[in-house]
């Protein structure tokens, strides 16, 4: 069998998350059997599973891709970046998000699969962060961490539902009752 390049690896991976995100944009986790995704990566169902295990194992990479942005974005951009950066993600993959949850609320099995996923190193430098900020004084410090991190959460959350209800949310006006609300810093009047 010939080797193949760690770049011709990665392209193909990449290749097969492309597809299956279109796929599960288009028909939902459910809906994403095994012939769609064939249809949408342009792949044998031989050659997206020797990469990854299962449709679950395609959805847990995605999904990673996606909290690794927005981990990014809140290391680079704080609460403002992270958020704006949800509030302009794709409607249709957002709708999946809540189909998962939607499956991990009435599948023990694939509950468990998902708790089984490993914190990615990712989470623990999002946590250093928070830390960091409430140590430099741009959030506050008289609040735990993780409730400053639920808050964040719960947002994201609210911001992807909005998205899926084709909702406008003013992310200027949400961000400024958020700053309000973890920011000790005096509030200048306007």
């Given amino acids: 069998m010939p080797k193949v390049s760690p770049e011709h690896v990665e392209a193909r991976k990449q290749q097969i998350l492309d597809g299956a995100r279109r796929a599960f944009a288009r028909h939902g986790y459910e809906g994403a059997t095994v012939a769609r995704l064939e249809e949408e990566i342009g ?5 997206i599973f020797n990469y990854y295990d299962d449709k679950l194992s395609l959805f847990q990479a ?15 951009a704080g609460i403002d970046g ?3 950066r949800i509030a302009g993600e794709d409607a249709a993959w957002a709708r999946v998000y809540l189909d998962v ?3 991990a609320g009435t ?3 694939f509950a468990r699969r998902m708790e089984a996923q490993e914190p990615e190193p ?8 928070l830390e960091e900020l ?20 719960l947002l994201s959350y609210g911001l992807l539902m909005y998205l899926i209800l084709g909702e ?4 200027d006006a949400l961000l400024r009752l958020v700053h309000e609300g973890v920011d000790p810093r005096p509030k200048l009047s306007d």
């Fill in 122 to 129: 990712e989470q623990r430098a999002a946590g250093r962060q």
């Fill in 134 to 153: 409430q140590r430099a004084g741009v959030l506050r410090d008289d609040v735990e961490r993780k409730a400053i991190a639920n808050l964040v959460n």
């Fill in 82 to 84: 992270v958020l704006r």
């Fill in 168 to 171: 406008e949310v003013d992310v």
């Fill in 62 to 76: 995605l999904a990673g891709e996606d909290s690794r942005r927005w981990l990014s974005e809140f290391g680079e």
């Fill in 107 to 109: 599948d023990p099995e």
């Fill in 43 to 47: 792949l044998s169902r031989g050659a």
């Fill in 101 to 103: 949850l939607r499956k």
